[in-house]
């Protein structure tokens, strides 16, 4: 039975493979541009973030609620994918909140604005 796709509000924190598989070749020739924009936004993270070095990404540690966000460039996409987890589904959640604010705070701060999803 096929699954409808989830409802995407933006793609600058969201990507998954199939829902970019349709904008991949669009963005690979802006690439250069846009990893720029990833390097800005995740170097303003680490300096509002207590964090841990990951190849390419950064991973944020929290104890209130206990976890871990991982905010890494897309590869393909102008764009960085938040991924959140916490000790609940509720904890989870809140990480997740969390770190799409600040990936968005970052931006609004670096003057790079949030591209809408087609």
Same mark, same amino acid.
């Given at each position: 039975?096929?699954?409808?796709?989830?409802?995407?509000?933006?793609?600058?924190?969201?990507?998954?493979?199939?829902?970019?598989?349709?904008?991949?070749?669009?963005?690979?020739?802006?690439?250069?541009?846009?990893?720029?924009?990833?390097?800005?936004?995740?170097? %303003?993270?680490?300096?509002?973030?207590?964090?841990?070095?990951?190849?390419?990404?950064?991973?944020?540690?929290?104890?209130?609620?206990?976890?871990?966000?991982?905010?890494?460039?897309?590869?393909?996409?102008?764009?960085?994918?938040?991924?959140?987890?916490?000790?609940?589904?509720? %904890?989870? %959640?809140?990480?997740?909140?969390?770190?799409?604010?600040?990936?968005?705070?970052?931006?609004?701060?670096?003057?790079?604005?949030?591209?809408?999803?087609?």
């Amino acid at each position: 039975m096929p699954v409808p796709r989830r409802v995407k509000n933006d793609h600058l924190i969201y990507a998954d493979v199939v829902d970019s598989k349709s904008k991949a070749g669009v963005w690979m020739g802006e690439r250069a541009a846009y990893q720029e924009n990833q390097h800005k936004i995740l170097e %303003a993270v680490k300096d509002q973030t207590d964090w841990v070095p990951l190849q390419d990404a950064i991973m944020v540690v929290s104890t209130e609620p206990a976890g871990i966000t991982v905010i890494v460039p897309n590869p393909t996409l102008p764009g960085l994918i938040v991924l959140a987890d916490g000790g609940s589904p509720a %904890a989870t %959640a809140k990480l997740q909140a969390a770190g799409e604010d600040i990936v968005r705070r970052v931006m609004g701060g670096l003057g790079i604005r949030e591209e809408a999803t087609a």
